[in-house]
């Protein structure tokens, strides 16, 4: 489906060029990878994630202490210990450390969560900005993926990063 759909595309492109001779057809291309690298909107988003994130990466952190306290603390009394007050203790480390695993996972499930729809957010900004910049400076066709080589003089990256510092 997805070769049917680029053949489709490219052909259509050709049509167009062959329909287009007396008007020069402007074309330009945008590095996605810089943009979502340099864009402002990246370090904000950045920044809110780890600010909405950072409490329970905390308390992650206080649990990871938590375990290695009561483990360093069983090493030093293990001799002073009954057995079944050992077991008791090795029981409770071995609990912590199961509810220490469960929440690392659901905070790394939520953060790509999270994450997943900041960067759906920026793609929508990204692709508003590229509209405005193509539509303002009158071009027919703008690439932005799947680009083996564009030169400097279709590279529209920068502006469309300048637009995008308006927000």
């Keep these: 489906m997805n070769k049917l759909l680029k053949c489709l595309l490219a052909a259509s492109f050709f049509v ?3 329909s287009a001779s ?9 590095q996605v990878d810089k ?4 864009a402002p909107q ?15 990466t905390q ?7 938590q375990i290695r306290d009561q483990e360093s603390a069983l ?13 008791n203790k090795e029981r409770d480390i071995s609990n912590l450390k199961i509810e220490f695993q469960r929440k690392q996972r659901e905070l790394r499930e939520d953060v790509n969560l999270r994450k997943n729809e900041e960067l759906g957010s920026l793609q929508e900004r990204i692709n508003k900005a590229v509209s405005s910049v193509a539509q303002a ?3 027919d066709l703008v690439i932005y993926s799947g680009v083996a080589y564009a030169s400097n003089k279709v590279d529209i990256t920068d502006k469309v990063l300048k637009s995008l510092g308006k927000k």
Excluded: C
């Design 16 to 18: 167009y060029m062959a």
């Design 22 to 30: 007396a008007a020069e057809l402007k074309i330009g291309y945008v």
């Design 35 to 38: 943009i979502l690298q340099e």
């Design 42 to 56: 990246t370090a904000e988003s950045g920044k809110k994630l780890e600010k909405e994130f950072s409490p329970r």
């Design 59 to 65: 308390e992650l952190e206080r649990m990871q202490k």
């Design 75 to 87: 090493d030093k009394n293990s001799l002073t210990l009954s057995e079944t007050e050992r077991r």
């Design 137 to 139: 400076e009158g071009y």
